[in-house]
């Protein structure tokens, strides 16, 4: 076996380089002190308790023209989620949110998406907290996805998950253990669906690998699961607050967040797919069978419109870099 050192470290290291790492546009780590826009050196300690015991939490966020979307609801999130597992970082939200706009700084990019981690950090390759004496941050800015709208007008097909759905103390947490969620992307995949959604013990709908689902009733409401069992995803409690607009115009009778079973969905008129990534999605058939009328719906399409013109020009939650 080959053994590596100071001496030959750079030269085995430039002969890494994959293609989808220019994907990769740059890296703030707490543990180098700095930022570095070379892929190959966007590195994590394996002895950091993120690597080995999923030991923290993480946000992502995106920027459309220069600016990021809603920052601080993801990093006040974030700031949550770590204070649910014990973790807390030094310098509080505010330095979290200055090396974030300095990475995004860095990567230059008009559209990007942005990933915020706080980890246990290194220490020992055990399992126990207090053997990390500090926190690490890491920071990543990396090429921005399609929302799901662009590539497939005609909308989602779904499936319900096998997949166990997490216990409220998990799921509400956005840590960095995502294992039932890499099941359920893995099982859409195989299933050749676009997205697969859990249903917990109770027969209540939760939510997909990444993203939270919703129902427009035939009566006219727009209805998402309570979020006291579920992430309470930034693009949902958004997408709420635009849609109080649409209950103003009569395009809908009202909104709630309320229980909801499978035959809620199989009697629905539209169902949504919410994320930062894929923005608004309508669902066009769920276990095989056409959702409403078999193609989005207008409550659907009338959200992803106004979210994507907020997300552009909303001023108020746009932080430029
Ligand atoms: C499990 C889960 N649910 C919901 C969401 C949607 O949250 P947001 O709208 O803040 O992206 C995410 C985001 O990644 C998620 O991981």
């Not at 947490?173 to 959604?197: H, I, T």
């Not at 919410?274 to 207008?298: H, K, L, Q, Y």
């Amino acid at each position: 076996m080959r053994t590596i050192d100071f001496s030959n470290y750079l030269d085995v290291l430039s002969g890494l380089r994959k293609p989808w790492q220019g994907q990769y546009h740059a890296m703030y780590s707490s543990v180098l002190g700095g930022v570095t826009r070379d892929p190959l050196l966007m590195q994590v300690p394996i002895d950091d308790h993120l690597v080995h015991r999923g030991d923290g939490v993480f946000d992502t966020f995106k920027c459309v023209g220069r600016a990021a979307y809603n920052l601080d609801a993801h990093l006040r999130r974030l700031m949550r989620s770590a204070a649910a597992i014990g973790l807390s970082w030094p310098g509080g939200i505010g330095e979290i949110r200055k090396l974030t706009l300095g990475t995004l700084a860095a990567a230059d990019r008009e559209a990007c998406s942005g990933r915020v981690m706080i980890a246990r950090g290194p220490g020992s390759f055990g399992v126990s907290p207090y053997e990390s004496p500090e926190p690490a941050l890491y920071i990543v800015v990396y090429a921005a996805g399609v929302p799901f709208m662009d590539k497939h007008p005609e909308g989602a097909s779904v499936r319900r998950s096998q997949v166990p759905v997490k216990p409220a103390r998990f799921a509400t947490v956005k840590n960095c253990n995502y294992l039932p969620n890499v099941m359920m992307k893995r099982e859409s995949v195989d299933w050749g669906v676009d997205f697969v959604v859990g249903f917990d013990s109770d027969g209540f709908m939760a939510e997909g690998a990444t993203e939270n689902f919703g129902l427009v009733t035939k009566k006219g409401e727009l209805l998402f699961p309570r979020v006291e069992g579920v992430l309470d995803g930034t693009t949902m409690l958004r997408v709420m607050q635009l849609a109080e607009a649409l209950v103003e115009a009569g395009d809908l009778k009202a909104i709630a967040f309320r229980d909801i079973t499978e035959a809620d969905v199989r009697g629905a008129a539209e169902m949504l797919i919410v994320g930062t990534t894929i923005n608004v999605v309508s669902v066009r058939s769920f276990e095989g069978v056409p959702v409403g009328d078999g193609a989005p719906g207008p409550v659907g399409g009338a959200l992803n419109a106004r979210l994507m013109s907020d997300i552009a020009t909303n001023d108020a939650l746009r932080t430029a870099y």
